[in-house]
Nanobody, 116 residues
């Protein structure tokens, strides 16, 4: 069973920065897609940033230029550096991955609160 453990959430003032981490464990199969989603109160879950199966990255328009996704393949870990944060970035952030053999997995989420 794949486990995704997120860390790094918390409270930050507008304009500040946070770094989220997500470590995957419990599988010997390659992870070919991994990324971050978020869900704000009363809204649907949305993609924030992610690595596609060919290794490229994509970002939500709302975070381009402010957030950066990176990864350490040796550790099966993905990071999300969030700079110049805005109150509208407040949400629960979820890590997600897909295995090359199939199957989608989610972390339990980490809360990010940006105060104005």
């Amino acid at each position: 069973q794949v486990q995704l453990v997120e860390s790094g959430g918390g409270l930050v003032q507008a304009g500040g920065s946070l770094r989220l981490s997500c470590a995957a464990s419990g599988t010997r199969f390659r992870i070919n897609v991994m990324g971050w989603y978020r869900q704000a109160p009363g809204k649907e879950r949305e993609l924030v940033a992610g690595f596609t199966s060919d290794g490229s990255t994509n970002y939500a328009d709302s975070v381009k230029g402010r957030f950066t996704i990176s990864r350490d393949n040796g550790k099966n870990t993905v990071y999300l550096q969030m700079n110049s944060q805005k109150p509208e970035d407040t949400a629960v952030y979820y890590c997600n991955c897909n295995l090359v053999i199939g199957g989608t997995y989610w972390g339990k989420g980490t809360l990010v609160t940006v105060s104005s």
